[in-house]
């Protein structure tokens, strides 16, 4: 398994089957801990080998894979950090979750690098590690309650001590393919991760900190890389600045003048008239109760603390929201009330379900309304016309449950369309089945390829992150359909390594710099690593998981966006006239990347760049390799 890296690692890994309680430890994989850098790159390697070909989201085959990175719990900015993987019910494909919170912290002190769950018990149990070894305690008095009380339910019973909850709320007990797990108020919030910890009648994971965190290598010169980093966040405008004073909806103000704001399921631009109930001042002025970090230490603070006072939504309270709940819940579905927003997003904080993916289903299932593919039969006498905030409210309770229409809207928009056909397919916001971030491609074209050829679906910034670039830079044109590629896999990659795998915040590595970033992962881990073998690291990351959802059936037909970004424009704003030429697009990631053009898998050439290889040990990803599965 080769030298294990000295710093930043505790060097094992615990198994728990939750349906026999077997557990074992094992020393970690000393060559996946350097290659892939730790948390979300050391998961995915460790999927691989751990879950079946063609294994069902939802049956005990599929496992449960938490880790923390090198930096997660130490005292680098934002490195409150942990990483899970499984596959996803949502889109029967790899998934990763990031959360902030006390998990990522707590995985480094419990003296284990990763935790994995896996089997499914036939009660529900929750999950407490501690000592060094894990205890399967009943649950069953625990079923049903939300995820604010669990968590209550679980400190009263436990011992007293420093522990990290992370559970399930009704939307994973429902098996919702878009459930997501809370640690305190933070989310693993896409994919459908809370439906594979309800698949297993696992209500919680509890995880007790230990005295220590795993010790970094060089001490002294991490504490030096620490104090450049905080500078740099001092001085960035960005990370000082809009993210500090109105955290992640400091973007509404950005999307809504550049025209790119998604509104009535993107049929049209959110008007900057319209908006203004959206912005960040709004929050600030009139819900703020505190600034926040999601753990320290953090020089941001961008988590916002609100409550609603008055108003027919009076009362509600909410970590948050951040811009994407604001633009699924709100501009999507034609509500721009904060209240109503903050509302929406406090009931699936509780009852565990994605934000983004219900408030686009919702806003999928308001245009079916309009378009009178729906009727009030079909939707239970619920008038689903866009702007009816407290339609939009009331499905995002009956979803959880899978009660009355809301049953329809736990399915997702794929799902959804595939059952109301008549061509509703087109405006389905999805990708490969995970419904899409806030950012219209139509205006800025490199998200395009964010969304379509992203690993985990439709998501804003896993597959890479180009808004900002299109947005800001003077030398790119954020209307051309060519040129996308380097820059969707530069903010790709570089995310993969230096935070989600690292270990820190990816909205504070936005202000930190390439050389003193890598200079910060050395100092941890002891290993010299230039900023160009941190991007590789990061290519390698995104590559396996490419290999695991090639081998899970995705091939290169699946990397798509939704039709209506590739035929219709919106009517007007900054944005009129535009659409996306994504097979061109496509093609030069494709060529850029060394992915084969028909399975979309990495070429033998790729795999050798990589040092992956061995990947071919696999016969099914071997075939597909050399052609023959295609």
């Known amino acids: 398994m080769g030298e294990f890296p000295v710093g930043g690692f505790w060097g094992k890994a615990l198994f728990v089957d939750v349906g026999t309680g077997e557990q074992r430890v094992e020393d970690l994989d000393a060559a996946a801990a350097r290659d892939f850098v730790g948390g979300r790159g050391l998961a995915a390697r460790y999927l691989f080998d751990m879950l079946p070909a063609g294994a069902d989201p939802l049956s005990p085959e599929n496992p449960l ?118 640690n305190e108020r933070r989310a693993l919030g896409r994919g459908g991760a809370g439906a594979v910890m309800g698949s297993k009648k696992v209500k919680a994971m509890v995880v007790r900190a230990g005295a220590e965190i795993a010790p970094v290598f060089d001490p002294d010169g991490f504490k030096a890389a620490v104090k450049k980093i905080v500078k740099e966040l001092r001085e960035h405008p960005f990370t000082s600045g809009p993210l500090k004073l109105h955290g992640s909806v400091s973007t509404v103000a950005v999307t809504l003048n550049s025209g790119i704001m998604p509104a009535d399921n993107w049929r049209r631009s959110a008007r900057v008239e319209d908006g203004s109930g959206l912005l960040g001042g709004t929050l600030r002025e009139h819900f703020l109760v505190k600034d926040a970090p999601c753990g320290d230490p953090c020089p941001s603070r961008c988590s916002k603390v609100t409550v609603v006072r008055d108003g027919p939504y009076a009362g509600a309270s909410t970590e948050g929201p951040e811009y994407e709940t ?69 499905l995002v309770k009956d979803a959880a449950f899978r009660r009355g229409f809301g049953a329809q809207i736990a399915l997702g928009s794929k799902a959804m369309a595939e059952r109301i056909g008549q061509g509703s397919e087109a405006f389905a916001m999805h990708a490969k089945g995970m419904e899409v971030g806030g950012y219209d491609p139509r205006g800025a074209k490199g998200m395009a390829l964010v969304y379509g050829c992203g690993n985990r679906g439709g998501c804003h910034h896993a597959g890479g992150y180009t808004v900002t670039a299109e947005l800001t830079n003077p030398d790119i044109d954020r209307f051309a359909d060519t040129g996308k590629a380097p820059i969707t896999l530069g903010s790709r990659n570089r995310r993969a390594a230096a935070a989600d795998s690292a270990g820190t915040c990816a909205f504070l590595t936005i202000g930190m710099q390439d050389a003193t970033l890598a200079e910060l992962i050395g100092a ?107």
């Open 65 to 182: 894979i938490f880790t923390s990175g090198p930096l997660s719990g130490t005292t680098a900015p934002g490195s409150a950090r942990a990483a899970l993987a499984t596959k996803s019910p949502q889109t029967g494909l790899y998934l990763f979750c990031i959360t902030g919170g006390d998990l990522g912290p707590a995985i480094k002190r419990s003296g284990f690098d990763l935790i994995a769950l896996t089997g499914c018990s036939d009660k529900p149990v929750y999950v407490e590690i501690a000592g060094g070894k894990a205890k399967l305690r009943p649950a069953g008095h625990l079923w049903g309650l939300d995820t604010l009380s669990t968590q209550e339910y679980i400190r009263e019973e436990l011992p007293r001590g420093e522990v990290a909850i992370t559970c399930i709320g009704p939307g994973g007990e429902n098996l919702v393919p878009y459930a997501c797990l809370l």
């Open 524 to 630: 941890a881990t002891g290993r010299e690593i230039a900023p160009a073998e941190m991007y590789l690291a990061g290519e390698r990351i995104n590559a396996l998981e490419r290999v695991i959802n090639v081998r899970e059936g995705l091939r290169a037909a699946d990397d798509t966006v939704p039709g209506r970004l590739m035929t219709e424009t919106v009517p007007d704003g900054p944005i009129a006239g535009h659409v996306v030429d994504f097979p061109l697009m496509r093609s030069e990631l494709y060529a850029a990347s060394g992915y084969d053009p028909v399975t979309s898998m990495p070429t033998r050439e790729t795999l050798a760049r990589l040092n992956l290889e061995w990947v071919t040990s696999d016969p099914v990803v071997a075939n597909l390799v050399d052609g023959a599965g295609q």
């Open 326 to 394: 604001v633009y699924a819940l709100g501009s999507s579905c034609g509500v721009y009330d904060l209240g109503a927003v903050i509302a929406a997003d406090q009931l699936c904080d509780r009852y565990g379900i994605d934000t983004i993916s219900v408030g686009v289903t919702i806003s999928f299932a308001m245009e079916c309304f309009e378009r009178g593919l729906l009727t009030l039969e079909d939707t239970g006498g619920i008038d689903l016309r866009f702007g009816n905030a407290d339609a939009m409210i009331q």
